[in-house]
């Protein structure tokens, strides 16, 4: 049974050279949404972090080293995007992924949302949702990978 | 006044909450009063004024020659008069007594002084006692007696005495001049003189005759002297009274004894009880006038009909434009306030949607995790149960899947527009997207038209979200002919036609189905609102009607019950925000 569930996670850890789990930050202050979704994801094998404001969402982004950070955009305190301008200050290729209750994209792309990997919209539909972590992680390695190569 | 005029002014002239064409109509009728009244009122009072004064000039003008007249005729008159009395005088300074009381030497006297002047009739000498002793003449007149006459007494009196015309012993008419003597004698005698009133005649009419005028001598107790051309001849009454004696000629009016209005001239003799008339009938000195004055009312009728005319006619023509612009206005306000109630709808929807999300996510992603547990075996248990709860918890899921289908719509019309604009032929678009329904139209046995103009220019907009407006539309146009599915219908379609108007297009679907009650259009694109009952969600024409504006452009609907809608779409050819945008895109290969 339990081999049975977690196929992704097989999956990935077949699929990927550094057999190492996927460190996710969440950030959200709908408690009941953000602990729910941290243990779904750790039923199937990631490593999870979660938070309640932007402030600790950046706090947590040093301690935890995480591979992907996902975030709402309306939070007290510090809101996603600003959160979001800060994480990309500090881990540039650190991918970002938005939650919003509405997608509200500035059509420029001077606002710190274009830089979102992706932005998906409440309530999430959970496999799409993993989906998109999983592209965002590789993203991510990519880009870390592409940034020590030195281009 | 003027404060209850402009009270009137402000509530015709205050912007209309409905336009009633009965506010116009008596708009236009005040203005129109108030424009011609301003403008007849100083007209008619310069006309009235000039008439006045041009008539008191016209009087004046008319009273000094007949003023002239009299006077010329007074003046002719006392000389004549005068000349005859200073006559008589001489011949009673002249001889004495003694020599006028023979007959024949008083013969040779009358026949010396009528060889001289005319009009002289007889000569008689009266005794201090009145009678007369001697007498010459054509009459039988020596022997009269004229003791205690009043002209015999006037004379001994006054010393001289000219009398009223009379006919006397004689039967014609004449005027009697006698001089009273006194001699150192004591003796009291009287010469007396008959002259007839030819002369006077003679002069009286020489001068009226020629200007309309009646010229005549009256007497103190108005019987005429002289004959009148309108009142008789002489010792005929007067047929009004006399005006005021003055020896200055006065003029004055009177209405004579056939109602026509008279201006008389009138003035006294010296020396005699005789008055001077110098009669002219008003009228005929106003004949030319009143010609005159004809021919003005005719200007002045026809000015004052022609301001009515012009600014009637003008007035109608500003408050009709009045009118059509205050509907104008009016149907832009109410546009403007539709426009705004669906864009707060709109706004009120997606705040909603927002705030629901939130819960729905938590619920969803519980029942996720109830349903992971249960599918990983952390959930002891019978195995029955443990399915059962599975495929509650999978139709919370899929319920809550269907609540976020709808606030992800809701939130559409509100979503600002991803940058996917480009340029695209409408026909295309429609064309296209008109296949899809094809079948569907081929089914209800609807003809599916176009009506494309050739060289439509190519747009800039989201071609998606225009198959989506027309698919709706469209769509909507089939469902209404299934409707009226019942009814016999000649040639059921559904139209969709499009021109190029300037910078914007127009794009029409018409169709000829059952159509809608204006209690539908009122409320056709708001969300919720359906006529569907259980097929539709009500969003259709809701996100439509977003779509539209987003892309820059108004949509509109037309309707009548039985007869079919038609629903007009004016899309710009450049969405008013999107020309950055789309120049980058276009400018990547």
Redesign the interface.
Known sequence: ??AA?PPRTFARGFHAEKLMTMRVLLADD?R??VD??A??LS?RGYEVTTVHNGAEAVRAATSARPDVAVLDLFMPGLPGDETLRQLKVMYPDLPVILLT???????NGTSPVAKAFACL??????KDFVAVLEAAARAGRQASEGGEDGQ | MFAALKKTFAQALEVPEAVSPARYRSLKRLMTVLIVAVSVTPLLLLTIISHMQYMRTLEREMESPLYDMARKTQAALELYLGERVSTVSYLAHAYRYSDLSDERSLNRVFLALKSEYQGFVDMGLVDGDGRQIAYVGPYKLKGADYAGKPWLRETEIKGRYISNAILGYRGYPHLVIAVHRLEESGASWTLRVGTDTLRIQQIVSSEGSARDTDVFLADAAGVLQTDSRAYGKALNPLPFPLPQASHEPEVCRMTGPDGRSLLIASCTLDGTDFRLLAVKPVEKAFRPWLALRAELLWVIFGGIALIVIASSLLMRHLVDRLQASDERRVAVFAQMEHNQKLSSIGRLA?GV???V??P???????A??AR??I???KIGGDEKEKQRLSSLLASIEST??RA?GIT?RL?GF??????NRQGLHIDEVIVETLSFLEREARNRGVALETELAPDLPEIISDRGQLQQVFLNLVGNALDAHVASEGEDQEARYVRVSCVCEGDALRITVRDNGMGMPPEVLRHIFEPFYSTKNDKGTGLGMFITYGIVRKLGGDISVESEEGQGSVFTIVLPLVPPDAGG?VRAQTSKP
């Open positions: 049974m339990e569930f709908e009941d949404f729910t979704l243990e779904r039923l209750g509405h997608e509200a994209v500035d059509d919209t409440k309530p999430l539909a959970f | 997606a949607a927002h705030e999300n939130n729905l996510a938590v619920i969803y992603e519980k996720g995790l992971d547990l599918d990983l075996g809550v899947e976020r992800h939130l509100a979503r600002r527009m991803e940058a945008e």
